[in-house]
């Protein structure tokens, strides 16, 4: 049973799109949602992460977007550049238990220039 | 340089041969985690430990083995690899509190014949 359900599973978007990956959580204990990115030969890296408090967050090109009564998140790349070519993976966890973390199945994004 | 080290990056071994895949870092971080990645099931947690001699399972712990004896190593052990071991495994380690970021090794690609 996976806890974060995450969409699509490989994405392919032109340069200069925007790019959009969706995730869905059932567990509304959960307060605390990271995205990370992982680029091929590497592991996984913090991207940027929002709490439920808030329904919008904005670093440089990537934003989450927050629907709390929905049970949902999405991250959304601008203006999107070949270097974001990259498995992205959503996450959830429970601030109080620490860094134990519900991944989400990944999305492949490719980014054609 | 602030780094989450494992090895080795590739190893490929046969049904029930010991082995040990061996991940240190140099953050002085208490928390620190095992996963394997598996295509179209993103990250799952093998184990974790929250502090030195401190360990406990994730949700997919079977036919592994880890131990903290010292804080900046946390070694993965399989003492009977089977092929449904067979898979990319990440070592991680943060900080430990909720919104830490997880810092992660490169992986080691592990095949069991």
């Known amino acids: 049973q996976q806890q974060v359900k995450q969409s699509p599973q490989s994405l392919i978007v032109q340069k200069g799109g925007i790019s959009i990956i969706n995730c869905a959580y059932e567990n509304t204990a959960f307060d605390y949602f990271p995205w990370y990115q992982q680029f091929p030969g590497k592991g996984p890296a913090l991207l940027i992460a929002?709490?439920?408090?808030?329904s919008e967050k904005k670093e440089g090109r990537f934003t989450i977007s927050f629907n709390k009564s929905a049970k949902q998140f999405s991250l959304h790349i601008m203006d999107s550049q070949p270097g974001d070519s990259a498995t992205y993976f959503c996450a959830a966890s429970k601030l109080r238990y620490g860094n134990k973390l519900v991944f989400g199945a990944g999305t492949i994004l490719r980014v054609k220039s | 340089e602030a780094q989450v080290t494992q090895n080795p990056r590739y190893l490929i071994t046969v049904t029930g041969k010991k082995l040990t895949v061996t991940c240190s870092q140099n953050m002085n971080h208490e928390y620190m985690s095992w996963y394997r990645q598996d295509p179209g099931l993103g990250l799952r947690q093998i184990y974790y430990s929250m502090n030195v001699e401190v360990t406990d399972k994730g949700d997919v712990p079977e036919g592994y083995k880890v131990s903290r004896k010292e804080k900046r190593n946390f070694p993965l052990i399989l003492e009977s690899p089977s092929p449904n071991q067979t898979s990319l495994y990440f070592c991680?380690?943060?900080?430990?509190?909720?919104?830490?970021?997880?810092?992660f090794g490169n992986g080691t690609r592990l095949t069991v014949t």
């Open positions: 929002i709490r439920p408090d808030v």
């Open positions: 991680a380690s943060s900080l430990g509190r909720g919104n830490s970021p997880l810092h």
